[in-house]
């Protein structure tokens, strides 16, 4: 059974930073892209950031660009996500999401399992 587990998640105030992990299991990790993606109240799931399967190749929503930083260590079955600088329109639920196609990173339905999600919070 595949589970993915996000955790890190809480509350920060505005220019904080936070890092959320994922850690997999049930699945060949290293084989996989890792997505991130949010959703704030009353708005659809966006596309944050993702990383291929090695850890070589990293995509940015640009709302996000330059302050957050996405990766993963295979070893550990465990992504990440480093959010630095963070802003009011910033507070979702993220969830991590993995990809066994490696294309279309952006695509919510591109992704094959998800993980149950974590709140942020940033007060301004």
């Known amino acids: 059974q595949v589970q993915l587990v996000e955790s890190g998640g809480g509350l920060v105030q505005a220019g904080g930073s936070l890092r959320l992990s994922c850690t997999a299991s049930?699945?060949?990790?290293?084989?996989?892209?890792l997505g991130w993606f949010r959703q704030a109240p009353g708005k659809e799931r966006e596309f944050v950031a993702a990383i291929s399967w090695s850890g070589a190749n990293t995509l940015y929503a640009g709302s996000v660009k330059g302050r957050f930083t996405i990766s993963k260590d295979n070893a550990k079955n465990t992504g990440y996500l480093e959010m630095n600088s963070l802003k009011s329109e910033d507070t979702a639920v993220y969830y991590c999401?993995?990809?066994?196609?490696?294309?279309?990173?952006?695509?919510?339905?591109?992704?094959?399992?998800w993980g149950q999600g974590t709140q942020v919070t940033v007060s301004s």
């Open positions: 999401a993995a990809d066994a196609a490696a294309s279309s990173w952006t695509r919510r339905a591109q992704y094959d399992f």
């Open positions: 049930g699945l060949t990790f290293s084989s996989y892209t």
